[in-house]
């Protein structure tokens, strides 16, 4: 594709390789792809990245600018004399709780949440040398924090001309978190900041319907599964006893695995499966919810939790699982939440069990049938049946053969690759500009 080799991209987000996040995930695999299609790739990130956990990105960053942040996390962590990290006690103390919400409400979020005046101010004035220094003309922002966004809507102002992407991994006003003040407010800002991108990116059809509220031009860029991956599943060895596992994070009230803790009591208790050939497995940061599921369901025997892990720690895990668990959540007017976590599921491509709270996802039940990816579950007792079932086929299969089949149409996993998404995007943004 030459339509952007002669052009350079800027690419601006508070969460930039080697940051530990879910985040960096994304905007490492569009960094990647950029390098492809554009003829150079800038970075503008935050002083903050050398103080956050790392993880392994094999990213060349030469052309990465830092802007230096003080920011109220770097406060509050400065004070305390502790990780960057905000932990979790903080996080679900009343204020805790209350300083999040408002951090991510206009026009509080300047000032309160990640990035703040100095990221927001200082990225402007580098992320404006950039632009004239390299004569860049497309740049790119995602959300969150909004402070990205925040920059590159002063880019734009600032020079018309360029091209200016603004992405939502995750949407600003979000109904079921309720994790804004004055949503209407919040809508009302939007507006009027994202009317001056030319185009919004989004990681499913669903998130569409709360994005077009904002802009006229909206397309699904999924997070996808990364161009390099090349790893045969069927040459990475199982573990010795059948395992489900779940490596993601855990919103309380948004997602739950009580209904796989209920199959699997039931099912060893009636003496289908052995607890002794069975261990659920689980890495990440909610150690605590895992193990109360645990307790709950008398599975202490069986399950394991390992904590945060390195992403490589975690991708292993997902390989040499025989089924791995993905959690999610949707209403009747918030669906497609398809987090980054289900593309390295489908990367490892073993069966998945997701189980969602709330209302029906056609969207995720689609793609799971177009895919033979696994079951989709509802956190019902109406069910349990099924995911018991769904256990059931493939610990038999194990014990006779020792392994499991995969039915995922390998076939079909092509157009959920970043080097397909990213081409198919690019085309569309051509067409409108």
């Known amino acids: 594709m030459k339509k952007f080799s002669d052009k350079k991209i800027l690419i601006c987000s508070y969460y930039f390789p080697p940051t530990k996040t879910v985040a960096t995930v994304r905007v490492f695999n569009f960094h990647l792809e950029a390098q492809k299609h554009f003829k150079e790739v800038f970075g503008l990130t935050t002083s903050n990245r050398q103080l956050f956990p790392k993880d392994h990105f094999p990213l060349d960053d030469k052309n990465t600018t830092e802007v230096w942040t003080y920011d109220l996390r770097t406060f509050l962590d400065k004070k305390d004399n502790t990780s960057i990290t905000i932990n979790q006690s903080k996080k679900e103390s009343r204020f805790g709780k209350f300083m999040i919400k408002l951090a991510y409400t206009f026009p509080f979020n300047f000032v309160l949440a990640d990035g703040g005046p100095t990221y927001i101010l200082g990225g402007f004035f580098k992320g404006k040398k ?3 220094d390299n004569k860049i003309e497309v740049i790119f922002s995602t959300f969150k924090p909004y402070s990205n966004h925040l920059i590159c809507y002063l880019l734009k102002r600032w020079n018309p001309k360029l091209i200016w992407i603004a992405d939502f991994r995750d949407l600003h006003v979000d109904e079921m978190r309720d994790n804004v003040y004055f949503p209407k407010l919040q809508h009302w800002f939007n507006r009027q900041i994202l009317k001056k991108a030319n185009v ?17 031009k909206v397309y699904v860029l999924r997070n996808s599964i990364p161009s390099s991956k090349t790893l045969k599943p069927e040459t990475v060895p199982l573990f010795p006893k059948f395992t489900i596992s779940y490596t993601g994070s855990i919103y309380a009230n948004l997602r739950s695995a009580e209904l796989l803790f209920k199959a699997l009591e039931n099912l060893i208790s009636q003496g289908k499966i052995d607890d002794e050939k ?36 975690a991708k292993s895990i997902q390989q040499k699982s025989h089924i791995n668990l993905l959690l999610s959540w949707a209403s009747e007017n918030q669906q497609g939440i398809l987090t980054a976590k289900f593309y390295e599921y489908l990367a490892a491509q073993n069966p998945i069990l997701l189980i969602i709270k709330g209302s029906k996802d056609f969207e995720f039940e689609k793609i799971f049938d177009e895919l033979q990816a696994g079951v989709v579950a509802y956190d019902n007792a109406d069910c349990q049946k099924m995911v018991e079932d769904f256990i059931l086929k493939y610990y038999q299969e194990w014990l006779e053969t020792g392994t499991i089949t995969r039915s995922i149409k390998t076939n079909e996993l092509q157009k959920f690759h970043w080097d397909y998404q990213m081409e198919e995007f690019l085309n569309y943004l051509e067409k409108q500009v």
């Open 130 to 132: 950039l632009v004239h």
């Open 200 to 216: 919004l990116t989004t990681v499913s059809k669903g998130l569409t319907k709360n994005l077009s509220e904002y802009h006229d």
């Open 278 to 313: 069975i261990q659920i497995t689980y890495a990440g940061t909610e150690q605590g919810i895992w193990q109360k599921w645990g307790t709950d369901f008398n599975l202490q025997k069986i399950n394991i939790s390992h904590g945060i892990v390195p992403m490589e720690k």
